[in-house]
Structures are given as C-alpha cells and as structure tokens.
T-cell receptor
Framework: AQSVTQLGSHVSVSEGALVLLRCNYSSSVPPYLFWYVQYPNQGLQLLLK??????LVKGINGFEAEFKKSETSFHLTKPSAHMSDAAEYFC????????????FGKGTLLTVNP | DTAVSQTPKYLVTQMGNDKSIKCEQNLGHDTMYWYKQDSKKFLKIMFS???????INETVPNRFSPKSPDKAHLNLHINSLELGDSAVYFC???????????FGSGTQLSVL
C-alpha cells in the first residue's frame, strides 16, 4: 500500500519569503512522486515529478523538490514566494504496475501575505 | 482546445435523483480516471479505465456507474443521489505510468 502525508494543512508566508511544503511518503516499491497545484475553481496542474532520475527535481514557476529516500520525503520549496503562488498544493505517489493510480495527500493551502 | 473537458461544470439536484457527468479527452490517452474531492479538498480516486476496460474500482457504492463508450470518453452516472455525494468530481487522463495526469476543471455537484 502507498500513502502520502503532508505536514501542515495551511502554510502562510510573506511575499519574497522561502516556501517550504512538506511531504512524506510510504511505498513498498520505489516510488514515483509528484507535486500538483490547484488554483481556486480549477483542476490540478503538475508542478514537477520524480521518476528515479535526479533526486533534485526542478519544476515550473521556480519550484523544486528533493527526493530523500532515507527520510522518505519529497518536500517542495521555492526561494521567494509570489502572490500568484497562493493555491492548494498536493503531493502524490504512484503505485506503478499495471493498475497505475496516483494517491494524493490531503493538500496544503499556501497563502502569501503582501 | 481543452485537453480534458467535463460537463456540466455545476450540477445542483435533489436527493434521490439520477444524474450523469460527461468527460472527454483529446490527448489520445489510453487511461482515464474519476476522482472525488470533498469539502476538505481531499482527493480520492474512484475509478480508472484503460482502453475502455475498468481496472480500478475503489470501493465506491454501486450507485456510481462509470461508462466508457470509447477510450476518449469516460462518463459517470450516479443513481439515487445522497447528500454525502456533494463534492467536486474530477476527470483525468494519462498517457502512461510515469506521466502526469491531465485534469478536467471539475464538476461541482450539490445535492439538496
């Protein structure tokens, strides 16, 4: 079985500050890991993904995440927050295999204060 | 052109009614999904189809019946709607195991 835990349902930062959204995973096989972003009243969009290549993954909008197997973590960071980053962020892990599915964490709402 | 489109965007109905949500993707993907997002934003997979064949059914009540007439379409029919069915339902598709999911913009279902 696979699962994802996102620590902190709500993170608030000031514009220009570091963004850190935490994600820990559990998987019985080497995982594929994803971060998605959801803006209000929209579907989810992929920010970045880890698929067993480089452990530091760069995504869109200046986000990046580092896969740490020893810590079973895949935290999302951005050096400097913009107002437009305010959204819900979801970490997800895939099962792989023939019955491929994504299991999502419960999401972290990021608010950015001026 | 929208990659994954679902209709309607909003659906308000009474308890006990039957309703359908339609989903179409023009990406040529073989695999499509239905996800349910509750009021706390938790996303849970309901069904997955690969090339019109059901491959994932996540303990969803029998009142929910997906139908895939071809690999570009995955519709969701819900019988005897209940208050607890109120949620946002997302359709998604993917071209492969390590590829990203493309999501529709969601259907907000409100059962009164």
């Amino acid at each position: 079985a696979q699962s994802v835990t996102q620590l902190g349902s709500h993170v608030s930062v000031s514009e220009g500050a570091l963004v850190l959204l935490r994600c820990n995973y559990s998987s019985s096989v080497p995982p594929y890991l994803f971060w998605y972003v959801q803006y209000p009243n929209q579907g989810l969009q992929l920010l970045l993904k880890y698929t067993s290549a480089a452990t530091l993954v760069k995504g869109i909008n200046g986000f990046e995440a580092e896969f740490k197997k020893s810590e079973t973590s895949f935290h999302l960071t951005k050096p400097s927050a913009h107002m437009s980053d305010a959204a819900e962020y979801f970490c997800a892990v895939s099962s792989g295999g023939s019955n491929y599915k994504l299991t999502f964490g419960k999401g972290t709402l990021l608010t950015v204060n001026p | 052109d929208t990659a994954v489109s679902q209709t309607p965007k909003y659906l308000v109905t009474q308890m006990g009614n039957d309703k359908s949500i339609k989903c179409e993707q023009n990406l040529g993907h073989d695999t499509m999904y239905w996800y349910k997002q509750d009021s706390k934003k938790f996303l849970k997979i309901m069904f997955s189809y690969n090339n019109k064949e059901l491959i994932i059914n996540e303990t969803v009540p029998n009142r929910f019946s997906p139908k895939s007439p071809d690999k570009a379409h995955l519709n969701l029919h819900i019988n005897s709607l209940e208050l607890g069915d109120s949620a946002v339902y997302f359709c998604a598709s993917t071209g492969g195991m390590v590829e990203k999911l493309f999501f529709g913009s969601g259907t907000q279902l409100s059962v009164l």
